[in-house]
T-cell receptor, first 115, second 110 residues
Framework: NAGVTQTPKFQVLKTGQSMTLQCAQD?????MSWYRQDPGMGLRLIHY???????DQGEVPNGYNVSRSTTEDFPLRLLSAAPSQTSVYFC??????????????FGPGTRLTVL | GIQVEQSPPDLILQEGANSTLRCNFS?????LQWFHQNPWGQLINLFY???GTKQNGRLSATTVATERYSLLYISSSQTTDSGVYFC????????????FGKGTKLTVNP
C-alpha cells in the first residue's frame, strides 16, 4: 500500500491564482480530511469527508473547496489564493470516522507559498 | 468548541533522560490520539487512548478522562525522539472533527 499520497510536495502561487492540492489513499478508508499547519498553531481542520459524496467544514474552511466523488480521492481547491493561505497542508485518512477510535494516517504534506 | 492545551510548549533534554508531556482538554472526549511529527514533517500516530494506559516500548500514555487530561511519558530519550508531539481529541457528541493542541517541541541532545 502506498498509504496517503499528496501532490505536489511544493508549490508557489501568485495572489489570485487557483490550484488543486491532490490527496489519494489506497486503504479503502471512508474518512478523509485536510489540515493546515502554521507555525505555533498546531494543525487546524479545513474540511473533512465521512464518505464518497459527503463533505463538511472544519475550523478554517474559508477560501477552500472540497469534493469527494470517489472513496480514494479528496482534492482541496483554492479558488483565489491569498498570502494568508501560505502554509503546510496535510491530508489524512482513517477507516471510519474519528469518533470510532480509528487512528489517523497522514500524507507527507504540501508546502504552499502564496506571493 | 473543545479546547486543547499542551504543556510544556518546549522541552530540551539530554539523551537518556525521561520526560512527561501533558494534554488538557475542556470537554468529554471519545477519541484522543498522540502524534509525533519528526523534524522532516512526517506525522505518525503514537497512541489512540481516550481512557486508560498504554505502552509501546519506551513510550507510554495515560488518559484520565474524568479529569480531562492525558500524559505522554518518554523514557530513556534518544535523539530520534526529537520533534513535535501533538495531542488531538474529538468531543463526545460532537461532529467528526479532530481538534489538535499546539504541540510540545522536544529536542533531545546527544
Amino acid at each position: 500500500n502506498a498509504g496517503v499520497t499528496q501532490t505536489p510536495k511544493f508549490q508557489v502561487l501568485k495572489t489570485g491564482q487557483s490550484m488543486t492540492l491532490q490527496c489519494a489513499q489506497d486503504m479503502n478508508h471512508e474518512y478523509m480530511s485536510w489540515y493546515r499547519q502554521d507555525p505555533g498553531m498546531g494543525l487546524r481542520l479545513i474540511h473533512y469527508s465521512v464518505g464518497a459524496g459527503i463533505t463538511d467544514q472544519g475550523e478554517v474552511p474559508n477560501g477552500y473547496n472540497v469534493s469527494r466523488s470517489t472513496t480514494e480521492d479528496f482534492p482541496l481547491r483554492l479558488l483565489s489564493a491569498a498570502p494568508s493561505q501560505t502554509s503546510v497542508y496535510f491530508c489524512a485518512s482513517s477507516p471510519a470516522g474519528v469518533g470510532r477510535g480509528d487512528t489517523q494516517y497522514f500524507g507527507p504534506g504540501t508546502r504552499l507559498t502564496v506571493l | 468548541g473543545i479546547q486543547v492545551e499542551q504543556s510544556p510548549p518546549d522541552l530540551i533534554l539530554q539523551e537518556g533522560a525521561n520526560s512527561t508531556l501533558r494534554c488538557n482538554f475542556s470537554d468529554s472526549v471519545n477519541n484522543l490520539q498522540w502524534f509525533h511529527q519528526n523534524p522532516w514533517g512526517q506525522l505518525i500516530n503514537l497512541f489512540y487512548i481516550p481512557s486508560g494506559t498504554k505502552q509501546n516500548g519506551r513510550l507510554s500514555a495515560t488518559t484520565v478522562a474524568t479529569e480531562r487530561y492525558s500524559l505522554l511519558y518518554i523514557s530513556s530519550s534518544q535523539t530520534t525522539d526529537s520533534g513535535v508531539y501533538f495531542c488531538a481529541v474529538k468531543s463526545k457528541g460532537g461532529s467528526e472533527k479532530l481538534v489538535f493542541g499546539k504541540g510540545t517541541k522536544l529536542t533531545v541532545n546527544p
